[in-house]
């Protein structure tokens, strides 16, 4: 490639250890996003998300073994969805 590195200086590892640690508290100050999973299905789907303030929900054996998996998940969708 025939161009040379330069070598990292104090300055640079202070900066990049810097960056490190401002993309860390950054990280930290957003709220987690909570997912309930296990045992979600069209009928019990809109508890943890209501009741408990799940951010939303992990469906999968009941739109899997479905016969039409397209249904499941739109009425899941449609209990889901903010009709304020």
Known sequence: NGQQRRPNTDDDDLRLKEERRCITAT???KPPI??????INE??????V???GADGVAVIRSVMQASHPGDIVQSI????????
Not at 34 to 39: E, S, T
Not at 77 to 84: A, E, F, K, M, S
């Open 27 to 29: 990280d930290y100050c």
């Open 34 to 39: 909570i997912y309930a999973i296990g045992g």
């Open 43 to 48: 009928h019990n789907c809109r508890e943890p």
């Open 77 to 84: 969708r449609d209990q889901l969805v903010d009709r304020g």
């Open 50 to 52: 209501v009741r408990y």
